[in-house]
C-alpha cells in the first residue's frame, strides 16, 4: 500500500477532527525525527497509523486483545490505552506494515514502555504537542522538545500521570516504568 492510500483509508477511520490531529501528529513527527536524528519517513509512517484504531468499537479491541495474545492486563485498566496496541495489530494485518520500529512506536505511543527507542519516543511526543494539543503544561512540554527528547516526554507523562491521579484513576504499571527509565537516563 503507497503512502496516500494509507492515508486515506486511515482518514475513513476516524472523524475529521482526530484526523486534523493525525497530520499534526505526522508533522511533528517528521519534525522530531530530524532534529533528533531518526529516520523521517518511518516516523510519518508511524504516525499516520498510531491512532487508526481510536474510533473501533471496545468490543471490537477486547476481541482482537483477547483473541491475538495482546497484554490482557490491559483490559483492567483505561480503555483508552487499547487503541495503541490494537492500532500495532492493525498497522501489520490491514496496512501490511512489518517494521517492528513502526509497529513498537504505534503499540506504546499511549502507555510507552522501559527502553523505549528513539521513534517510541518521537511518536509519543508527537502526539503530546502536535499544534492542535492544548492542555496544562503543553507550552512547557514544546520548550523542551526544542533540545530534549527525554525531558520533554518526562513532562509529557507527569501531565498524563497527574491527570489519573486528579481523577481517582489508576496508572498503568508500563507508564510508570516508562517515567522512572528516562528520569534514570536524564540523570
Ligand atoms: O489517542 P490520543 O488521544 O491522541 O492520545 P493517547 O494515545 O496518548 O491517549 C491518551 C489517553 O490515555 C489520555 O486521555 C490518558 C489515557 N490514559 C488512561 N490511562 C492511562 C492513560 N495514558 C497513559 N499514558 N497511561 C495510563 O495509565
Ligand atoms: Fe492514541
Ligand atoms: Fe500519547
Ligand atoms: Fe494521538
Known amino acids: 500500500m503507497n503512502r496516500n492510500e494509507m492515508i486515506e483509508s486511515v482518514r475513513a477511520e476516524m472523524p475529521e477532527r482526530r484526523w486534523i490531529h493525525t497530520v499534526g501528529v505526522m508533522e511533528t513527527a517528521v519534525i522530531l525525527a530530524k532534529r533528533f536524528g531518526a529516520d523521517p519517513e518511518t516516523a510519518e509512517t508511524a504516525a499516520i497509523l498510531h491512532d487508526v484504531a481510536k474510533y473501533w468499537p471496545t468490543s471490537k479491541m477486547e476481541l482482537i486483545i483477547r483473541q491475538e495474545g495482546l497484554p490482557a492486563d490491559l483490559l483492567d485498566y483505561d480503555k483508552e490505552l487499547w487503541h495503541a496496541p490494537v492500532g500495532a ?7 501490511g506494515v512489518t517494521d517492528i520500529i513502526i509497529l513498537d512506536a504505534i503499540r506504546y505511543h499511549t502507555s510507552g514502555r522501559e527502553r523505549m527507542t528513539l521513534m517510541d519516543k518521537i511518536v509519543c511526543l508527537a502526539d503530546y504537542m502536535e499544534p492542535g494539543r492544548d492542555f496544562p503544561g503543553v507550552h512547557k512540554i514544546r520548550e523542551l522538545a526544542e533540545h530534549n527528547v527525554d525531558k520533554a516526554l518526562i513532562a509529557g507523562f507527569d501531565s498524563t500521570i497527574t491527570f489519573l491521579l486528579e481523577r481517582g484513576k489508576r496508572i498503568y504499571p508500563l507508564t510508570v516504568a516508562a ?9
Do not use: C, K, P
Open 89 to 95: 495489530f492493525a498497522a501489520e494485518r490491514d496496512y
Open 179 to 187: 517515567r522512572n527509565d528516562l528520569i534514570r537516563t536524564v540523570r
